[in-house]
């Protein structure tokens, strides 16, 4: 068919254009059809969008599109269907349930990077996933090609780790990432900021120093100084895998089929060859029983060895918040508090699950170090010192570490003693207050488990930028939700 | 967070607004998020579309949103997230494999036609469908959701027939509506536009007559003469159902689970309550066994007896095409010669199967007429006169039906006789040819099966209106794959 040019004046981030539904059904041509726009001697592809709202006959162009093909408003192009990329029909394979072979994965990947795949056929592959049977051989193809079609950090025989999530106050990557990198071992370490948890590790270092680096300025960090703590976010480290997160998270899907292969493309494209997965285990978390830690254990076990990866996994306990801090700049005082006094000061629950995984990985590169010398003896947080100066400098001192101006505490109405912190609400009331967009806001949790309490003892203090939202998150600490206490008298 | 407006003067047929995808990704925002926009006084709702194309700090909006907020270009808005609709819930429901609660099912439905809902999420629907089991109880929730968030036309008792499709050449409802409209029954028929085959009945009403109407004009068209022969398209019946198909059909994706609903969502729609679906079984048709066949003649009757509508079916044989032209204006001149010569003439396939229909449905209802009589005694004809002239006038001879100037016939090589037609090379060389596009391309069979055939006679007929395209198409008819011939002697 042939249409009018509109232009937008604007760039879509894909080569996009829009045309009229109707005529778009009389033409054939489909949502998320791939066309060829000639115009003249020049030609470009385009994904089509159908919209009732553009007037018969036009086509409206976003800036790429419109460059492309050299064209300007009011001129009239010819639009052509081009032929769908193969993958479309590996996509449909994968939604009839069956198993894709290794190039068919790879096809997909392959043009979920180039933007030749619509986010509705990249959503129906993600459900694809989830709703069959996805195949260990699958999940190796499909993380080679994310790996592969992304840049990759240049650093030889690299240790990483990694938490799926889950747990608030989480806090052990600076300090583990410390503690190796002064035991002479190498890790890049990238972090992602928070999605749906009230702080990521990028966020919390964003408080005192600068995270965002490129590839090369981590690879020379972590030349001189072994270990760096970065975003990952804009490297484009197997960016195949952030289109696909994307997608996904408008209907908060979270396979653990995709669980597997995004984890471990992000860590073989740093080089990581030596890999810690923490799996928080308890209520509330993403693996709640024994049997489904144990089989994503072994999982992760086996892709990575099909990559070529020692992967070592932790289930550890996950029932309950790690450390005091919920929220940025809160956690931030939690691990320097740790790192700053060799473990003496800060919380305990914190440092003992920060050493207990440096040691998993020492021991498994053969290391003579124990993590707990290198905490205490000061020389970990020398390193995250150094660290922090190649980033750019930044805060050292855990009271430098800023919070919201707004504050409450929630005291204790009676005594007693804690028996359980549950995730959820403390999840809720760190996002209540403004996290994790909010970095100095958040929650302090006084007392931990097992810890004696007194009638009008202080047990959560928040913090928030805005009065408003400090009322809210204190409505819900009131709602007495987070502790459970047992009775001193029965004892 | 706040943003800087930029206005892009078009209309996006829904509340769409784009951000850079890193500010999102900092604010928690993901794509297809419903965000609330403030500007002063004003607020809008809008749909986010994330995009590494725009700057930082801005904000695209289309015509719709901008004039909603009454905001400006280069003006501050604030974004907020607003409040996901509670149908992502039900959605990511289906995909984890649960059967949906009736409410549940209506608010997906409801929020599909309200624009609330993505495209990647009206896809994770349809793939769930696909990949769950689809209850007959969720099939009715669909189907009522579907029709009472449409319009509806306003004829009592109606009859309607449906074909599923698949068989070239099949174009029985005009002969049908004719006997129906003409036996005194009220036969509202709507039809499609071909999507992926070389005519739909839309299209071949189309060459001779206008078949754009709107309800009110189809309502009295059928007060006055019983039927109509109109384009259902534009009329906004089941809308919800037109947003599934434009979604699933990038993928080329056709449930039959869906397909229950979506076909009886648009006979209910028009008031039908007694229905003949045509299921045409064979070799390239949707329904290739007689198990499967028969499981959606159940299905269908038993949803339809869900629904009070009394639903009869017809496994019919759809092995090979129906008529003797492929294509819309082939097609009309096939039925035309049915109907004007009261079925002494034209393709005898076409008027049996056309007679056979009209007779289960004069039978259900209860008439003493029979089809054969209304169509031999020509009352069938000047029904079809009265409809095409209530719609516009039209050409009412076979023989002023156009067909396209380029064309070349392909002939026998050798004497024998005509074993079967294929359906698939059929529907490409007619797809070549260029139908469903151009009205008076397509080709001609000159043999059916059964036809004995000499050395050189009349094989197939290919119209086209470009060289190049009947080129192609010849190409494809010379292959040799649409007829398969016994030899003479064997017999």
Same mark, same amino acid.
């Given at each position: 068919?042939?249409?009018?040019?509109?232009?937008?004046?604007?760039?879509?981030?894909?080569?996009?254009a829009?045309?009229?539904?109707?005529?778009?059904?009389?033409?054939?041509?489909?949502?998320?059809?791939r066309?060829?726009?000639?115009?003249?001697?020049?030609?470009?592809?385009a994904?089509?969008?159908t919209?009732?709202?553009?007037?018969?006959?036009?086509?409206?162009?976003?800036?790429?599109?419109?460059?492309?093909?050299?064209?300007?408003?009011?001129?009239?192009?010819?639009?052509?269907?081009?032929?769908?990329?193969?993958?479309?029909?590996?996509?449909?394979?994968?939604?009839?349930?069956?198993?894709?072979?290794e190039e068919?994965?790879?096809?997909?990947?392959?043009?979920?990077?180039?933007?030749?795949?619509?986010?509705?056929?990249?959503?129906a592959?993600?459900?694809?996933?989830?709703?069959?049977?996805?195949?260990?051989?699958?999940?190796?193809?499909?993380?080679?090609?994310?790996?592969?079609?992304?840049?990759?950090?240049?650093?030889?025989?690299?240790?990483?780790? *990694?938490?799926?999530?889950?747990?608030?106050?989480?806090?052990?990557?600076?300090?583990?990432?410390?503690?190796?990198?002064?035991?002479?071992y190498?890790?890049?370490?990238?972090?992602?900021?928070?999605?749906?948890?009230?702080?990521?590790?990028?966020?919390?270092?964003?408080?005192?120093?600068?995270?965002? *680096?490129?590839?090369?300025?981590?690879?020379?960090?972590?030349?001189?100084?072994?270990?760096?703590l970065?975003?990952?976010?804009?490297?484009?480290?197997?960016?195949?895998?952030?289109?696909?997160?994307?997608?996904?998270?408008?209907?908060?899907?979270?396979?653990?089929?995709?669980?597997?292969?995004?984890?471990?493309?992000?860590k073989?494209?740093?080089?990581?060859?030596?890999?810690l997965?923490?799996?928080?285990?308890?209520?509330?978390?993403k693996?709640?029983?024994?049997?489904?830690?144990?089989?994503l254990?072994?999982?992760?076990?086996?892709?990575?060895?099909?990559?070529?990866m020692?992967?070592?996994?932790?289930?550890?306990?996950?029932?309950?918040?790690?450390?005091?801090?919920?929220?940025?700049?809160?956690?931030?005082?939690?691990f320097l508090?740790?790192?700053?006094?060799?473990?003496?000061?800060?919380?305990?629950?914190?440092?003992?699950?920060?050493?207990?995984m440096?040691d998993?990985?020492?021991?498994?590169?053969?290391?003579k170090?124990?993590?707990?010398?290198?905490?205490?003896?000061?020389?970990?947080y020398?390193?995250?010192?150094e660290?922090?100066?190649?980033?750019?400098?930044?805060?050292?001192?855990?009271?430098?570490?800023?919070?919201?101006?707004?504050? *409450?505490?929630?005291?204790?109405?009676?005594?007693?003693r804690?028996?359980?912190?549950?995730?959820?609400?403390?999840?809720?009331?760190?996002?209540?207050?403004?996290?994790?967009?909010?970095?100095?806001?958040?929650?302090?949790?006084?007392?931990?488990?097992?810890?004696?309490?007194?009638?009008?003892?202080?047990?959560?203090?928040?913090?928030?930028?805005?009065?408003?939202?400090?009322?809210?998150?204190v409505?819900?600490?009131?709602?007495?939700?987070?502790?459970?206490?047992?009775?001193?008298?029965?004892?």
């Amino acid at each position: 068919m042939e249409a009018k040019v509109k232009t937008l004046d604007v760039k879509a981030g894909k080569p996009v254009a829009i045309i009229n539904d109707r005529d778009a059904a009389e033409h054939s041509i489909f949502l998320g059809d791939r066309i060829c726009l000639k115009y003249g001697e020049t030609e470009g592809m385009a994904i089509v969008d159908t919209s009732r709202g553009v007037p018969r006959g036009n086509i409206y162009l976003f800036k790429e599109t419109k460059e492309e093909i050299n064209v300007e408003e009011g001129e009239v192009v010819e639009v052509e269907s081009s032929i769908k990329p193969d993958s479309i029909d590996y996509i449909k394979k994968k939604v009839e349930g069956e198993e894709l072979a290794e190039e068919e994965t790879r096809a997909i990947v392959e043009d979920a990077v180039d933007f030749k795949l619509t986010d509705s056929e990249l959503m129906a592959y993600t459900v694809g996933i989830e709703m069959s049977d996805f195949s260990m051989e699958e999940a190796k193809h499909l993380t080679k090609a994310m790996v592969n079609t992304g840049e990759k950090i240049d650093v030889e025989e690299a240790l990483d780790k *990694h938490c799926i999530g889950g747990v608030p106050g989480n806090r052990t990557t600076p300090i583990i990432v410390s503690i190796i990198a002064a035991a002479g071992y190498k890790i890049p370490k990238t972090s992602s900021r928070a999605i749906t948890s009230p702080a990521g590790t990028a966020d919390t270092m964003e408080v005192i120093t600068d995270v965002k *680096h490129s590839l090369e300025e981590i690879e020379s960090i972590v030349d001189e100084v072994n270990g760096c703590l970065c975003w990952g976010g804009a490297l484009n480290l197997a960016p195949a895998d952030d289109e696909f997160i994307r997608v996904r998270d408008s209907l908060n899907l979270d396979p653990l089929e995709q669980l597997l292969s995004s984890v471990l493309a992000k860590k073989k494209a740093v080089g990581a060859n030596t890999v810690l997965i923490d799996i928080p285990m308890g209520d509330g978390t993403k693996v709640e029983g024994q049997e489904e830690a144990s089989k994503l254990s072994r999982n992760f076990k086996e892709l990575g060895s099909e990559l070529g990866m020692n992967v070592m996994t932790l289930v550890s306990d996950g029932s309950s918040p790690i450390g005091k801090g919920i929220g940025p700049a809160l956690e931030a005082r939690d691990f320097l508090e740790v790192l700053k006094s060799g473990g003496k000061e800060g919380p305990e629950d914190l440092r003992n699950k920060s050493v207990k995984m440096a040691d998993l990985l020492l021991d498994e590169v053969g290391s003579k170090e124990n993590a707990e010398e290198i905490l205490e003896s000061g020389r970990a947080y020398d390193k995250f010192k150094e660290i922090l100066d190649k980033q750019g400098g930044g805060i050292k001192e855990p009271e430098n570490v800023e919070l919201a101006e707004n504050r *409450h505490t929630v005291k204790a109405e009676k005594r007693g003693r804690v028996k359980g912190i549950n995730n959820e609400p403390v999840n809720k009331i760190a996002k209540a207050a403004g996290c994790s967009k909010e970095k100095r806001s958040g929650l302090y949790l006084h007392k931990k488990e097992g810890d004696p309490v007194e009638e009008g003892d202080d047990l959560i203090t928040v913090y928030s930028e805005s009065p408003k939202r400090l009322e809210k998150a204190v409505e819900l600490a009131e709602e007495r939700k987070v502790y459970s206490f047992k009775s001193l008298l029965s004892e």
